[in-house]
């Protein structure tokens, strides 16, 4: 068992034969059919109109509107205040660093990211001892523009050598391996490359033991939008993907990292998640209004199973794999698969739905079962 682990040992298939139990124990049985018809009104799913974000604060306690469509949820509810970070922030927050301008007239894009040792609680009652970027988990969002110059300045206050590898374009001096950006405790280094391609990207920590580095936390999404001047042929779509246009603005944005906990570091996990909370978006579903179409960036880093999937109940999506095209990879399926540090964008709308609860989960049923599972709350305007 790894030295600082600091959680009763929990093996996941004991907790599978005696989790499911009655609202007393530590998970409920699912019955997964979510009839729609007639359905008004949600408890906890109230959320500000400008923003699709789960309602914490209001979440009715388990049992409220959502015992009709059945549960199968942890049960009481994680301290995001202990944490330091919320399931809202984690699935819509762009950290767009600082900007300035170079003597040649380019966009510099300034980033500050720290490793930091940090225990989180990922299920109600069980902690992680956590290495993290920036106190959380996935680690801050990074979004910039095709062609800007990028510069992270990264500081290591963690307790292990750590770096920053960017799933992107830039020189070998700067792709955060050992010899090229992996720092000591204490140590910092800048990590300096033009934002290139556009896309849905990510970056991890790639100091060895590879596996416990990523499992531990240290990851986080890196998108880069295109610039619409350089793609004149889809400067419409370009400019859907660009944030901070009015093109973009009608989109419902969602950054979601599918992850695992191996809770006892027997190279079993024995929670999963997006954004690291188990069942968090199923607690407090994620409001969508039905007029303003979806986009997802999505990302797996799941350690210890070979992949991870994304389902989406009574709807279909096109996706756009590693999002370096602004023309679908697939269109019209309701699932995808990824292996880890695979990603991309899935688009969708439910226009012509009606108001209610859908659900969007793993497709391997022990990932659901153990937390991976969530729901859009989808309303009126």
Same mark, same amino acid.
């Given at each position: 068992?790894?030295?600082?682990?600091?959680?009763?040992?929990?093996?996941?298939?004991?907790?599978?034969?005696?989790?499911?139990?009655?609202?007393?124990?530590?998970?409920?049985?699912?019955?997964?059919?979510?009839?729609?018809?007639?359905?008004?009104?949600?408890?906890?799913?109230?959320?500000?109109?400008?923003?699709?974000?789960?309602?914490?604060?209001?979440?009715?306690?388990?049992?409220?509107?959502?015992?009709?469509?059945?549960?199968?949820?942890?049960?009481?509810?994680?301290?995001?205040?202990?944490?330091?970070?919320?399931?809202?922030?984690?699935?819509?927050?762009?950290?767009?660093?600082?900007?300035?301008?170079?003597?040649?007239?380019?966009?510099?894009?300034?980033?500050?990211?720290?490793?930091?040792?940090?225990?989180?609680?990922?299920?109600?009652?069980?902690?992680?001892? %956590?290495?993290?970027? #920036? +106190? /959380?988990?996935? *680690?801050?969002?990074?979004? @910039? =523009?095709?062609? $800007?110059?990028?510069?992270?300045?990264?500081?290591?206050?963690?307790?292990?050598?750590?770096?920053?590898?960017?799933?992107?374009?830039?020189?070998?001096?700067?792709?955060?391996?050992?010899?090229?950006?992996?720092?000591?405790?204490?140590?910092?280094?800048?990590?300096?490359?033009?934002?290139?391609?556009?896309?849905?990207?990510?970056?991890?920590?790639?100091?060895?033991?590879?596996?416990?580095?990523?499992?531990?936390?240290?990851?986080?999404?890196?998108?880069?939008?295109?610039?619409?001047?350089?793609?004149?042929?889809? %400067?419409?779509?370009? #400019? +859907? /993907?660009?944030? *901070?246009?009015?093109?973009? @603005? =009608?989109?419902? $944005?969602?950054?979601?990292?599918?992850?695992?906990?191996?809770?006892?570091?027997?190279?079993?996990?024995?929670?999963?998640?997006?954004?690291?909370?188990?069942?968090?978006?199923?607690?407090?579903?994620?409001?969508?209004?039905?007029?303003?179409?979806?986009?997802?960036?999505?990302?797996?880093?799941?350690?210890?199973?070979?992949?991870?999937?994304?389902?989406?109940?009574?709807?279909?999506?096109?996706?756009?794999?590693?999002?370096?095209?602004?023309?679908?990879?697939?269109?019209?399926?309701?699932?995808?698969?990824?292996?880890?540090?695979?990603?991309?964008?899935?688009?969708?709308?439910?226009?012509?739905?009606?108001?209610?609860?859908?659900?969007?989960?793993?497709?391997?049923?022990?990932?659901?079962?153990?937390?991976?599972?969530?729901?859009?709350?989808?309303?009126?305007?």
């Amino acid at each position: 068992m790894e030295d600082d682990v600091s959680l009763e040992a929990v093996r996941r298939r004991d907790f599978l034969r005696a989790g499911l139990v009655a609202a007393g124990g530590t998970a409920i049985a699912l019955n997964e059919a979510l009839g729609q018809e007639g359905h008004s009104g949600h408890a906890g799913t109230t959320a500000p109109a400008e923003a699709a974000t789960p309602a914490a604060e209001t979440a009715a306690p388990y049992g409220g509107a959502h015992s009709a469509h059945g549960d199968m949820l942890t049960v009481g509810a994680v301290d995001e205040a202990a944490n330091g970070f919320t399931t809202a922030q984690l699935l819509t927050e762009w950290e767009t660093g600082t900007v300035s301008t170079l003597p040649d007239g380019r966009v510099l894009r300034s980033f500050v990211v720290e490793a930091v040792d940090k225990e989180i609680e990922i299920e109600p009652g069980v902690k992680f001892p %956590a290495w993290t970027y #920036n +106190g /959380r988990v996935p *680690g801050p969002a990074l979004r @910039a =523009r095709e062609g $800007e110059r990028l510069q992270i300045t990264f500081r290591n206050f963690g307790s292990h050598p750590h770096s920053m590898h960017f799933h992107g374009i830039h020189a070998a001096r700067m792709d955060g391996v050992p010899g090229a950006g992996l720092i000591n405790p204490g140590e910092s280094f800048v990590y300096e490359f033009d934002a290139f391609p556009f896309g849905c990207h990510l970056y991890h920590c790639h100091a060895l033991p590879l596996r416990r580095h990523m499992h531990k936390g240290m990851y986080g999404a890196f998108v880069i939008d295109p610039d619409p001047a350089l793609h004149p042929e889809a %400067a419409e779509l370009a #400019n +859907g /993907r660009l944030l *901070g246009t009015p093109e973009n @603005a =009608r989109w419902q $944005e969602l950054i979601m990292v599918m992850n695992a906990f191996d809770t006892n570091f027997d190279s079993e996990n024995e929670f999963y998640a997006v954004n690291s909370i188990a069942h968090a978006y199923a607690k407090a579903p994620i409001r969508i209004e039905k007029s303003r179409p979806v986009r997802i960036y999505l990302i797996n880093v799941t350690e210890f199973d070979p992949i991870n999937s994304f389902h989406l109940h009574a709807n279909f999506f096109d996706y756009y794999d590693t999002g370096t095209n602004l023309s679908p990879t697939l269109k019209t399926v309701d699932l995808i698969m990824q292996c880890q540090a695979q990603r991309g964008i899935l688009e969708f709308s439910y226009a012509r739905h009606e108001p209610g609860l859908y659900m969007f989960h793993a497709h391997q049923s022990e990932f659901t079962e153990l937390g991976w599972m969530g729901m859009f709350d989808v309303v009126e305007a």
